[in-house]
């Protein structure tokens, strides 16, 4: 994919919001400015901002695009790319249903929550990411990584929360075999080597 702009990314080495933006900016010039919103300083300067604090934010000259999603819809309509189809934002929403559920189980656990505990907000999040995982599996089965058009904002995104979701132990991909097949076939798409969580 080529741009005509270039753009600083703010965000993180290890979100999977920021690695699906990092794989769609992957073979044009971009800066990467890397924050760490846990320290105090990174967390002021993202305030400073993003309204919302949260990862990642994209800066385009005097535009600031504050979330993975608008991002994508700001460079589809400046780059004319064709708009996704209802489907495609169904699947799309499932996919980023499934990061949400996971990322707030993962901040829950690092907060010391237990999530065995019978919390019922918990125990709706721990739900919803098999339910998501079975809704994709039949559209993930159609998928051919022989084909640079299957390599794009969906399945970026999908790669980049079942990477992170294996990486942070808060997701087991034995009992969804398509999806972890997945992650195999599409492990050296354009971008995957270098946007890789440093361990």
Same mark, same amino acid.
């Given at each position: 994919?080529?741009?005509?702009?270039?753009?600083?990314?703010?965000?993180?080495?290890?979100?999977?919001?920021?690695?699906?933006?990092?794989?769609?900016?992957?073979?044009?010039?971009?800066?990467?400015?890397?924050?760490?919103?846990?320290?105090?300083?990174?967390?002021?300067?993202?305030?400073?901002?993003?309204?919302?604090?949260?990862?990642?934010?994209?800066?385009?000259?005097?535009?600031?695009?504050?979330?993975?999603?608008?991002?994508?819809?700001?460079?589809?309509?400046?780059?004319?790319?064709?708009? *996704?189809?209802?489907? @495609?934002?169904?699947?799309?929403?499932?996919? !980023? /249903?499934?990061? =949400?559920?996971?990322?707030? +189980?993962?901040?829950?656990?690092?907060?010391?929550?237990?999530?065995?505990?019978?919390?019922?907000?918990?125990?709706?999040?721990?739900?919803?990411?098999?339910?998501?995982?079975?809704?994709?599996?039949?559209?993930?089965?159609?998928?051919?990584?022989?084909?640079?058009?299957?390599?794009?904002?969906?399945?970026?995104?999908?790669?980049?929360? *079942?990477?992170?979701? @294996?990486?942070?132990?808060?997701?087991?991909? !034995? /009992?969804?075999? =398509?999806?972890?097949?997945? +992650?195999?076939?599409?492990?050296?798409?354009?971008?995957?080597?270098?946007?890789?969580?440093?361990?």
């Amino acid at each position: 994919m080529n741009y005509t702009s270039n753009y600083t990314l703010i965000g993180s080495l290890t979100s999977p919001y920021v690695r699906k933006i990092r794989l769609l900016l992957h073979g044009t010039p971009y800066e990467l400015k890397v924050v760490n919103y846990l320290e105090e300083a990174g967390n002021e300067y993202l305030k400073s901002i993003n309204p919302v604090n949260k990862l990642p934010v994209l800066i385009d000259g005097d535009k600031t695009i504050l979330d993975s999603r608008i991002i994508y819809y700001y460079l589809a309509h400046k780059n004319k790319w064709r708009e *996704l189809t209802v489907d @495609e934002e169904n699947i799309l929403t499932a996919i !980023d /249903g499934a990061m =949400d559920s996971s990322i707030s +189980l993962f901040m829950y656990r690092r907060g010391g929550l237990d999530l065995n505990g019978g919390n019922t907000h918990v125990e709706r999040q721990k739900a919803r990411i098999p339910h998501i995982m079975n809704f994709l599996t039949p559209w993930v089965k159609t998928l051919d990584e022989k084909n640079p058009a299957h390599w794009n904002f969906l399945t970026m995104s999908l790669y980049s929360y *079942l990477y992170w979701g @294996e990486f942070r132990e808060m997701l087991s991909l !034995d /009992g969804h075999p =398509d999806l972890k097949n997945f +992650l195999e076939k599409f492990k050296n798409a354009p971008g995957v080597a270098e946007t890789t969580i440093p361990v």
